[in-house]
């Protein structure tokens, strides 16, 4: 079993939509659980960060982590055209070494947005 | 634009070559991450520099190294190159003490 398991989609979508991501994981040490975009040849770009479980809201977009269910979500909101691109959850446990953050990627989500 | 450099874009080279990739950390970050990234594998860290020292290692090879600078640029050397080794290689920079990390545009590898 992988540590991170995450649907690769392809996944197209009507422009407005409410879009549905999600990961899951089975390493309990994770503590710290991000979300990036990357477009086409492009570096992932940091778009949620949330420590631990609860939910995180920033504009069209929210994170959601379940520690208990070792799950996390991503929802956009009104979604774009802009908004197509792979979408990658990473997580990360503290080592014991300070500053130390490695982080441990899903396969990515390609998301498509229709006008 | 996240701050992070990578130099160069795409590198073409052929099997048996030494190739070294350059990274330019965000202004003060004192952590670089080098990872890469293949259709198959997806993005697998390789090695953590923090501050000039080797800080934590993944599933890097052996005919792979990599070092920080006193000015804390890293570079990331392959050599003994394979076809396999083809992939997108991304630097990252981290605050200290912070886990998120933000990512360059990444080396298209393409070894021949």
């Known amino acids: 079993q992988k540590e991170v398991e995450q649907d690769p989609g392809p996944l197209s979508v009507p422009e407005g939509a409410i879009v549905s991501l999600n990961c899951t994981y089975s390493n309990s040490a994770f503590q710290y659980f991000m979300w990036y975009r990357q477009y086409s040849r492009k570096g992932p770009e940091l778009l949620m960060y949330t420590y631990s479980s609860g939910n995180k809201e920033d504009g069209r977009f929210t994170a959601q982590v379940d520690k208990s269910s070792k799950y996390i979500s991503l929802f956009i909101r009104d979604s774009q055209p802009s908004d197509s691109a792979t979408y990658l959850c990473a997580m990360s446990a503290p080592y014991s070494g300070a500053g130390s953050y490695q982080l441990t990627f899903g396969k990515g989500t390609k998301l498509s947005v229709i006008p | 634009d996240s701050g992070v450099t990578q130099t160069p874009k795409h590198l073409i080279t052929a099997t048996g070559q030494r190739v070294t990739l350059r990274c330019s950390p965000r202004?003060?970050?004192?952590?670089v991450y080098w990872y890469q990234q293949s259709l198959d594998q997806g993005l697998q860290f390789l090695i953590q520099?923090?501050?000039?020292?080797?800080?934590a290692k993944g599933n890097i090879l052996e005919r792979f190294s990599a070092q920080q600078f006193p000015d804390l640029h890293s570079e990331l050397n392959l050599s003994s190159l394979e076809l396999g080794d083809s992939a997108l290689y991304f630097c990252?920079?981290?605050?200290?003490?912070?886990?998120?990390?933000?990512f360059g545009q990444g080396t298209r590898l393409t070894v021949v």
């Open positions: 990252a920079s981290s605050v200290v003490d912070q886990p998120e990390a933000f």
């Open positions: 520099y923090y501050n000039g020292e080797e800080r």
């Open positions: 202004s003060g970050d004192l952590s």
